[in-house]
């Protein structure tokens, strides 16, 4: 939720919709849709007995996502 909380604003300097600002935001939605999604689907493998995604792998993906610092 801090990730969605930390999305701006596409507008540039000028006013008009920058499309690296709209890639930015875009790119930071897909990864924090795409971890919440994956951290769901981990905690239904667990739950029903399977091993679901190891630990450090799991950090490999934040890190892919850029969402922990490696």
Not at 24 to 37: D, L, P, R
Not at 62 to 67: D, I, K, R, S, T
Request: proline residues 1%; contains cysteine; aromatic residues 8%.
């Amino acid at each position: 939720m801090y990730l969605l909380e930390s999305l701006r604003s596409v507008r540039g300097d000028e006013g008009d919709i920058s499309i690296e600002k709209l890639h930015q935001v875009v790119s930071k939605f897909a990864a924090t849709f795409s971890i919440c999604f994956q951290t769901l689907e981990n905690r239904i493998e667990r739950l029903e007995g399977r091993p679901g995604i190891n630990d450090s792998t799991w950090e490999a993906i934040m890190v892919e996502f850029g969402l922990l610092s490696g």
